[in-house]
């Protein structure tokens, strides 16, 4: 092959290997740039039980409780506790957050309005309720995903009422099985410690 036949050549080689890069960039980036953007449960976003936005940057600067919630479950009483730990503390900076999910034997209703009206009507809920969600596997909401990345699969939700407790940076600070009540001593002592710091 003469010098011009090696300059075409390397033209399409070039050419090829610039294609390749570019379809190869999109299926690596969005990915990095997912986890990089999540810094914070500040940077997630989640839907009300009511279909509004319900972006956790709103409670910015305060301690959130997060607990994948359920209506047909031995723990469901524990939304009575909860109520109860938002009523005492949410002057002092605490806001609980409620993710009703049927990942657990289905033990939650189908629709959001179901939840909404079993919750209000049966235990008088104030606090925060999020849109059904599942809190477990590839198919994790955002919050969920995070979580597991941040503390580990150890700290994921292993049933209904599981609770994520968020410092006023937005950090992670631990989390707490199904079977610690909301008024346990050593979950109340971390959610104190959260609103001092």
């Given at each position: 092959?003469?010098?011009k036949?090696?300059?075409?050549?390397?033209?399409?080689v070039?050419?090829?290997?610039v294609?390749?890069?570019?379809?190869?960039?999109?299926?690596?980036?969005?990915?990095?740039?997912?986890?990089?953007?999540?810094?914070?449960a500040?940077?997630?976003?989640?839907?009300?039980?009511?279909?509004?936005?319900?972006?956790?940057s709103?409670?910015?600067?305060?301690?959130?409780?997060?607990?994948?919630?359920?209506?047909?479950?031995?723990?469901?009483?524990?939304y009575?506790?909860?109520?109860?730990l938002?009523?005492?503390?949410k002057?002092?900076?605490?806001?609980?957050?409620?993710?009703?999910?049927?990942?657990?034997?289905?033990?939650?209703?189908?629709?959001?309005?179901?939840v909404?009206?079993?919750?209000e009507?049966?235990?008088?809920?104030?606090?925060?309720?999020?849109e059904?969600?599942?809190?477990?596997?590839?198919?994790?909401?955002?919050?969920?995903?995070?979580?597991?990345?941040?503390?580990?699969?150890?700290?994921?939700?292993?049933?209904?009422?599981?609770k994520?407790?968020?410092?006023?940076?937005?950090?992670?600070?631990?989390?707490?099985?199904s079977?610690?009540?909301?008024?346990?001593?050593?979950?109340?002592?971390?959610?104190?410690?959260?609103?001092?710091g």
């Amino acid at each position: 092959m003469d010098a011009k036949g090696d300059q075409i050549m390397l033209k399409h080689v070039a050419a090829a290997l610039v294609a390749t890069a570019a379809l190869a960039a999109p299926a690596v980036a969005p990915a990095q740039t997912a986890a990089q953007a999540v810094q914070s449960a500040w940077d997630i976003n989640m839907t009300a039980i009511d279909g509004e936005p319900l972006p956790l940057s709103k409670y910015k600067g305060r301690v959130l409780l997060v607990v994948n919630t359920a209506s047909f479950c031995g723990f469901t009483p524990q939304y009575k506790g909860l109520q109860a730990l938002y009523d005492k503390y949410k002057d002092k900076g605490l806001t609980v957050v409620g993710v009703p999910s049927g990942d657990f034997m289905g033990q939650e209703y189908k629709s959001n309005k179901e939840v909404a009206e079993f919750c209000e009507s049966t235990f008088g809920i104030k606090f925060p309720m999020a849109e059904k969600a599942n809190v477990k596997g590839p198919n994790a909401a955002p919050f969920y995903k995070w979580a597991a990345a941040t503390l580990g699969p150890d700290k994921t939700p292993k049933w209904n009422f599981h609770k994520y407790l968020v410092g006023r940076d937005g950090k992670l600070v631990t989390a707490f099985g199904s079977r610690v009540t909301p008024s346990d001593a050593a979950l109340v002592s971390a959610v104190e410690a959260a609103l001092k710091g």
